[in-house]
Structure formats: C-alpha cells, structure tokens
C-alpha cells in the first residue's frame, strides 16, 4: 500500500484545515487507517483513527475539533481540523494498519502560529 498525505500548512490558531491521505496499491488489505502526529522533538501520537466499517476514535486532545472521514470513490481519508491551537503544529502522517504491518505515507506540516 502506497500513501501520499497532503493538504498542511501554516494557519493562524482558531482556524482551519483539512488534510488528505490518498491511498494505492493493496488497498483491500487495508484494516484501518490512521493519523499520526509528532511535534519537534517529541514521540509521533496518534491522533485519529477510522476503521474499514467506518468506527471513528480520536485522541483526547482533538474531539470535538477534529473529524476523520474516508471517500471510498477515491481512496482517500481526510483529517477535517477546526479550531486549530499551537500545540496542533507537527508533521502529521497518514497510516494504513494491514495484517502485514503498517504503511506510511511521507508526513505532511502543518503549522499553527498564535
């Protein structure tokens, strides 16, 4: 499975963006997909996840500003992001889990000035 993540950038706290994640490949295998987010120096965190059935979870620190949705017709996830704050800014990654392991995508920046 190949993924290209796109969509980051910089936006002032209090807006908005919306991240996509386009995937390719063994698409079949994919069980889940995910977004993952790491701040400078710090762990990558994951941040929203949608299952094949379409089962959303999120991180503590985004319900509520956050929405993880998938378009099927393009194979494509989004990360819709409202009410952006600074602490939102990192390099966000897209994520299929496969029972063969994980796939990455290359990251995307996303950055959030006060």
């Known amino acids: 499975v190949q993924l290209q993540a796109s969509g980051g950038g910089l936006v002032q706290a209090g807006g908005s963006l919306r991240l996509s994640c386009a995937a390719s490949g063994r698409i079949f295998e994919i069980i889940a997909m995910d977004w993952y987010r790491q701040a400078p120096g710090a762990q990558r965190d994951l941040v929203a996840s949608?299952?094949?059935?379409?089962?959303?979870s999120y991180a503590d620190s985004v319900k509520g500003r956050f929405t993880i949705s998938r378009d099927n017709s393009k194979n494509t996830v989004y990360l819709q992001m409202n009410s952006l704050k600074p602490e939102d800014t990192g390099v966000y990654y897209c994520s299929a889990q496969r029972v063969q392991g994980a796939s990455w995508g290359q990251g995307t920046q996303v950055t959030v000035s006060s």
């Open positions: 949608i299952t094949a059935a379409g089962g959303r």
